[in-house]
Nanobody, 126 residues
Framework: QVQLVNSGGGLVQPGGSLRLSCAVS????????IGWFRQGPGKEREGVSC????????AYTDSAKGRFTISRDNAKNTVYLQMNSLKPEDTAVYYC???????????????????WGQGTQVTVSS
């Protein structure tokens, strides 16, 4: 049974940091690309970062570049999203997802992802 479990969210002040985790079971990270998405209050879901399965290429949307870092630990079957310099606009429910890549690159289109975690709430507020 494929399962993705998100954790690590919480309340943090602006400028603070959080590390989100995505623990996967039922498959290994050798088989799927992993993406992080978020959905803020009243907003559509958007991609944040992803890492491809074949080449380990990482990608970030403009909102995440320079502040967020995605990494994976194949031995622990876990993907992390380190988030630094957090801003109030980063407030959202964050989801990880497992899916396919295209020509060695991970994508931010949710339609390419087959399995989703339950989400973890991140709130950035003073």
């Amino acid at each position: 049974q494929v399962q993705l479990v998100n954790s690590g969210g919480g309340l943090v002040q602006p400028g603070g940091s959080l590390r989100l985790s995505c623990a996967v079971s039922g498959f290994t990270l050798d088989n799927y690309s992993i993406g992080w998405f978020r959905q803020g209050p009243g907003k559509e879901r958007e991609g944040v970062s992803c890492i491809s399965v074949s080449a380990g290429r990482t990608a970030y949307t403009d909102s995440a570049k320079g502040r967020f870092t995605i990494s994976r630990d194949n031995a622990k079957n876990t993907v992390y999203l380190q988030m630094n310099s957090l801003k109030p606009e980063d407030t959202a429910v964050y989801y990880c997802a497992a899916g396919q890549e295209y020509r060695g690159y991970c994508l931010f289109d949710g339609r390419w992802y087959d399995y989703w975690g339950q989400g973890t709430q991140v709130t950035v507020s003073s």
